[in-house]
T-cell receptor
Framework: EAQVTQNPRYLITVTGKKLTVTCSQNMNHEYMSWYRQDPGLGLRQIYYSMNVEVTDKGDVPEGYKVSRKEKRNFPLILESPSPNQTSLYFC?????????????FGPGTRLTVT | GENVEQHPSTLSVQEGDSAVIKCTYSDSASNYFPWYKQELGKRPQLIIDIRSNVGEKKDQRIAVTLNKTAKHFSLHITETQPEDSAVYFCAASMAGGGNKLTFGTGTQLKVEL
C-alpha cells in the first residue's frame, strides 16, 4: 500500500530533550516536506527536500533540523525542544521535481513539550 | 513570498444546501491550487485541484473556480451531507518553486441535519 508513515504518533517530552520524528514514504517520491499545524494558523512549512541530500528552509524553520540521506526517509529533529514547539506535525511527500503535484500526508505526530 | 487568505473561518449550512469557501493569493506566478479536506483527527487529503490554465473544474458535488485576474479561487460543495463536515484548506503553489505549498488558515464546515 502506497503511504507516508510517521513515528511516533504521540510524544510528550520536556524542554531541552532532543527528539526525532521519523517520516518514511514508499512511493519513490522525490519531494518531501514537514509542516506544523496550529489552531487558526493552518499548515506552515518547516523544511522541505527536493531530493537526496537537498534540503531547504520553509516558512518556520527555527528550532528544527532535517536530513535526507535516503530517498524514502526524511526525519525531523528538534535538538532542544521548547514549549512553543508544541504542535501537530505532518510529513508529506510528492512526486517529482517538475511539479507541483498532489502532496500525500502522513498520519501526523502530536508533540507536547512541557 | 506567497500569502494565501481564506474565508470564512467557520461555515454552518443545512444538509442539502451549498457551501462556498473563498481564497485569495498574492503571487501572480502561482499556478497550482489544491483543496484539502481534513476530518477530525485525520490527515489532510486532496479533494480537488486546479491549474492556472483552467478556469473551472468539477468532480461530482465539488467544484473549484479560479479567477487569475483577481487572484482568487473558490471551492463549491453542492447538496452538502453530514460527511462533508470537516476542515477545508486551500493552498497555492508557485511556478518554479517545486512543490512548495502555501496554505490558507482553514475553514471549519459544519453540515447540520
Amino acid at each position: 500500500e502506497a503511504q507516508v508513515t510517521q513515528n511516533p504518533r504521540y510524544l510528550i517530552t520536556v524542554t531541552g530533550k532532543k527528539l526525532t520524528v521519523t517520516c518514511s514514504q514508499n512511493m519513490n517520491h522525490e519531494y518531501m516536506s514537514w509542516y506544523r499545524q496550529d489552531p487558526g494558523l493552518g499548515l506552515r512549512q518547516i523544511y522541505y527536500s527536493m531530493n537526496v541530500e537537498v534540503t531547504d528552509k520553509g516558512d518556520v524553520p527555527e528550532g528544527y533540523k532535517v536530513s535526507r540521506k535516503e530517498k524514502r526517509n526524511f526525519p525531523l529533529i528538534l535538538e532542544s525542544p521548547s514549549p512553543n514547539q508544541t504542535s501537530l506535525y505532518f510529513c508529506a511527500s510528492s512526486l517529482g521535481l517538475a511539479g507541483p503535484y498532489e502532496q500525500y500526508f502522513g498520519p501526523g505526530t502530536r508533540l507536547t513539550v512541557t | 513570498g506567497e500569502n494565501v487568505e481564506q474565508h470564512p473561518s467557520t461555515l454552518s449550512v443545512q444538509e442539502g444546501d451549498s457551501a462556498v469557501i473563498k481564497c485569495t493569493y498574492s503571487d501572480s506566478a502561482s499556478n497550482y491550487f489544491p483543496w484539502y479536506k481534513q476530518e477530525l483527527g485525520k490527515r489532510p487529503q486532496l479533494i480537488i485541484d486546479i491549474r492556472s490554465n483552467v478556469g473551472e473544474k468539477k468532480d461530482q458535488r465539488i467544484a473549484v473556480t479560479l479567477n487569475k485576474t483577481a487572484k482568487h479561487f473558490s471551492l463549491h460543495i453542492t447538496e452538502t451531507q453530514p460527511e462533508d463536515s470537516a476542515v477545508y484548506f486551500c493552498a497555492a503553489s508557485m511556478a518554479g518553486g517545486g512543490n512548495k505549498l502555501t496554505f490558507g488558515t482553514g475553514t471549519q464546515l459544519k453540515v447540520e441535519l
